[in-house]
Structures are given as structure tokens and as C-alpha cells.
Nanobody, 120 residues
């Protein structure tokens, strides 16, 4: 399993970024997928999950209405469109396989992460 994130960077508050996650080594279209972030000095925070077919999406309250998760199974790629970014969105963003839910999302394989910094 290989997951490679890209698209992070420095953006001003109110700006937008689109993250991508290229998947290989497994049947991407058979897996639910998630985005997870980790801010400096904090633990991992679940951001969003999309089911294998792309028809169901779930968001943390902190990003609902601002972030959109999507996927292209033909391209084995997961996306996260982030709008109206806030300084508190600053974190390393990881894509991960979502291996179920048991009072919280369970994650399997992770990518190496991409840094998102929101600052003026």
C-alpha cells in the first residue's frame, strides 16, 4: 500500500487549497478513505471520510461547510478541497484507508503527509 499526498503549502486566511492523495498497491475503489490532520503539539484529528463508491461523505464539525472530500476511482486519487481556511486549520494532512467505525473512525494505512499552513 502506498499513499502519497500533495498540494499543501502556505495560504492566507480565507484562502483555498486542494489536496490530492495518489494511491497504489491496493484496490483503491474497494476502500473507504479518510483525511486526518495533526497540528503542532496535538494528536491526530479526523477530518473527513468518503465511502468506496464516493456516494457518502462525512465531516468533522470543525470543517463542515468549508471542506469537500471527493475521489476519482479511475485515477486512484483522493481529494480534499479546502475553502475559507483558518489559522486553526494549520496542520500536517494525511490520507488514510478507513478500516471501519467503532465510536470513532479506524484507520489502516497512512501516507507521509503534506503540510498546510494558514497564516498572513
Amino acid at each position: 500500500v502506498q499513499l502519497v499526498e500533495s498540494g499543501g503549502g502556505l495560504v492566507q486566511p480565507g484562502g483555498s487549497l486542494r489536496l490530492s492523495c495518489a494511491a497504489s498497491g491496493f484496490t483503491f475503489g474497494s476502500y473507504d478513505m479518510s483525511w486526518v490532520r495533526q497540528a503542532p503539539g496535538k494528536g491526530p484529528e479526523w477530518v473527513s471520510t468518503i465511502n468506496s463508491g464516493g456516494g457518502s461523505t462525512y465531516y468533522a464539525d470543525s470543517v463542515k461547510g468549508r471542506f469537500t472530500i471527493s475521489r476519482d476511482n479511475a485515477k486512484n486519487t483522493l481529494y480534499l478541497q479546502m475553502n475559507s481556511l483558518k489559522p486553526e486549520d494549520t496542520a500536517v494532512y494525511y490520507c488514510a484507508t478507513a478500516d471501519g467505525y467503532d465510536s470513532s473512525w479506524l484507520f489502516g494505512s497512512w501516507g507521509q503527509g503534506t503540510q498546510v499552513t494558514v497564516s498572513s
